[in-house]
């Protein structure tokens, strides 16, 4: 069990609210992000079998950001890491409106790979709810935090 007097409980208890917060937010993103950048580019394209090109953008953006956050949470922690790949998520939902703009696949297909990092954020912040949970509340916490992105998925659109 964790001692009170080094407060580790309520850091927990904030960290993993926070974290239910930024998940629900963060699969509102993505579920609404994946779903207009498919519509886009079945316009910009004229093509419906291209509309599946921003998804798999996505995907792949995700797993290749994944890689580049790893090593800057091992060095500077989860917060640096998480934070990096929201910013970098929610700069990807702005060049995909630019794309939408300016009429351009490249461009969309560009912002729709960096859209992956809040996929990748979302994935990563489910381990940072078990960093400071004890033995007892570690499943809770992981639990609460993967139900959150089911609400926000589900509840957002």
Known sequence: MVDPDLGL???????????????????VGITIGIATASLLARDLSGSESMAGLAQTAQVLGAAVISFLLAPLMARRGRRAGLMTGYVVGAGGALTAVLAGVLGSMALLL?????????TSANNAARYAAT??????TRARSLSLVVWATTIGAVAGP
Request: no cysteine; charged share 20%.
């Open 131 to 136: 960093d400071l949970a004890t033995d007892e």
């Open 9 to 27: 409980g309520s850091l927990q208890r904030r960290t993993v609210r926070v974290l239910v917060l930024t998940q629900a937010v963060g699969a």
């Open 110 to 118: 560009a912002g729709a790979m960096m859209l992956g990092a809040t």
